[in-house]
């Protein structure tokens, strides 16, 4: 399962020069996309430093299981391979870019990153978004409940609820501010129009890799085996819409207008060497019913992630200003693990497929500097964030800019990054 190999060797370089200290794609991480060389049509390729090594011309010189399914214009035929497949893949790549033998005919499949447009990496069947970061579900909660944060399920359940896959969309793709039915405490009836308290949130996703068949649930040890890879995910969220809209059966409108991926899919291979134990849970919280409860994924089932959110708004970039740090703090605030959050969806015999896409929940620390959004961040609004340049934030603004990055890192490992998650706002239609 943490299978550490040749392609992790922090010695191993890449022909590709700017791969080699390079801050999120040196040679260790080999992440998979979909993206388009100026004026071609979308192909599969893996980011390598500043470059993008198109695979559908590579495919004679892959492994035959695999070859033949880098052609098309997305990635779910690769995700529904045994992970063995996947491993073979990254051991190849990682031998065709660090011995320099292939350098002269690999070279014309490279393009520039830059130049590049880089889209959805899979057909997304379906989207379920988590809440398993717990001090996020705690602060939040603390803002309704002050005594009593967390509903009683939360310890036994990981909580979830179903998305939009529609509306997802890769780093990069503008996000409109959406219309709503609006409702403050101290207004006496709803109005419609745009949401005056647009909101992000700060997630990992996961990238479903082999399915389940209808009917059949995933042994949580068995899990790992399931999930593809990673991405960061943004789950944009219209906090007055949501509050008034989400009882009795919780988010609908708020939240399925937009979400934002990281495109690239970090492995679940290249993030073998980032493995933690899952943190132990608090004194006196209950122990994860048995279907939950795998000694391995307790052993292994967390990810030394540093996650951060920046800020730039309209302004900032008018005056060239460096965007502002919002947040920043580890992924280990995850209450569930990952392998719990598919066993868990799959509990009832519901079928996962190759390509869907599995939010976390917003991720936050228990103090402040590493909320996850603008509602944990402002209080509910009542405390706007100042930023240096003089302005101020309790929820977005028109022309915000919104980036979310995680960096995997362990001692005597060369860390990767996972590419940006942005976008920004544009106003309401
Ligand atoms: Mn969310």
Redesign the pocket.
């Known amino acids: 399962m943490s299978l550490i190999d040749e392609t992790h060797d922090p010695s191993r370089t890449s022909w590709v020069e700017s791969a080699n200290g390079h801050g999120e794609f040196p040679i260790q991480n080999l992440p998979l996309g979909i993206f388009s060389p100026p004026g071609h049509h979308v192909r599969p390729g893996v980011a390598i430093g500043d470059y993008i090594l198109e695979l559908s011309g590579v495919g004679a010189l892959l492994p035959d299981a695999v070859g033949h399914l880098l052609t098309g214009p997305t990635l779910n035929p690769v995700l529904a391979l045994p992970a063995a497949d996947r491993r073979g893949l990254r051991r190849r790549l990682s031998d065709l870019l660090s011995n320099p033998t292939h350098r002269e005919t690999l070279r014309p499949l490279l393009h520039r990153a830059a130049d590049c447009v880089v889209h959805l990496p899979a057909a997304i069947g379906d989207y379920t978004?988590f809440y398993v970061g717990i001090h996020h579900a705690t602060n939040v909660g603390k803002q309704f409940r002050p005594d009593n944060p967390l509903l009683p399920n939360y310890k036994y359940v990981p909580i979830g609820y179903h998305g939009r896959a529609s509306s997802v969309r890769p780093s990069g793709v503008p996000v409109v501010r959406p219309n709503g039915q609006r409702k403050a405490p101290d207004e006496e009836r709803p109005s419609f129009g745009p949401s005056r308290r647009l909101d992000y949130?700060l997630?990992l996703g996961i990238w479903v890799g082999q399915g389940n068949a209808l009917g059949r649930p995933i042994p949580i040890g068995e899990a790992q085996g399931h999930i593809a890879g990673y991405c960061l995910l943004n789950?944009w969220?219209a906090r007055d819409v949501q509050a008034w809209e989400y009882q009795p059966l919780g988010p609908f409108l708020a939240?399925n207008f937009h979400t934002t991926v990281s495109p690239w899919i970090v492995t679940a291979e290249a993030l073998a060497p980032f493995r933690l134990a899952q943190p132990p849970r608090p004194e006196g919280d209950p122990q994860p019913l048995p279907y939950l409860f795998d000694e391995e994924d307790q052993r292994q089932g967390a990810f030394a992630l540093e996650l951060e959110v920046l800020l730039s708004t309209a302004q900032m970039r008018a005056d060239g200003v460096a965007p502002f740090t919002l947040s920043q703090g580890p992924a280990t605030n995850m209450y569930w693990t990952m392998a719990q959050i598919v066993t868990h969806h799959a509990s009832n015999g519901c079928n996962l497929q190759p390509g869907d896409l599995i939010?976390t929940?917003?991720i936050s620390t228990a103090e402040a500097g590493g909320f996850g959004s603008l509602l944990e961040i402002s209080q509910g609004g009542k405390v706007p964030v100042s930023l240096p340049n003089g302005e101020t934030r309790a929820f977005l603004e028109d022309g915000d800019e919104v980036t979310l990055r995680a960096t995997a890192r362990a001692a005597g490992h060369v860390p990767i990054g996972f590419g940006a998650c942005t976008a920004f706002i544009i106003p309401a239609p």
């Open positions: 978004d949130e997630e789950d969220s939240k939010g929940g917003t």
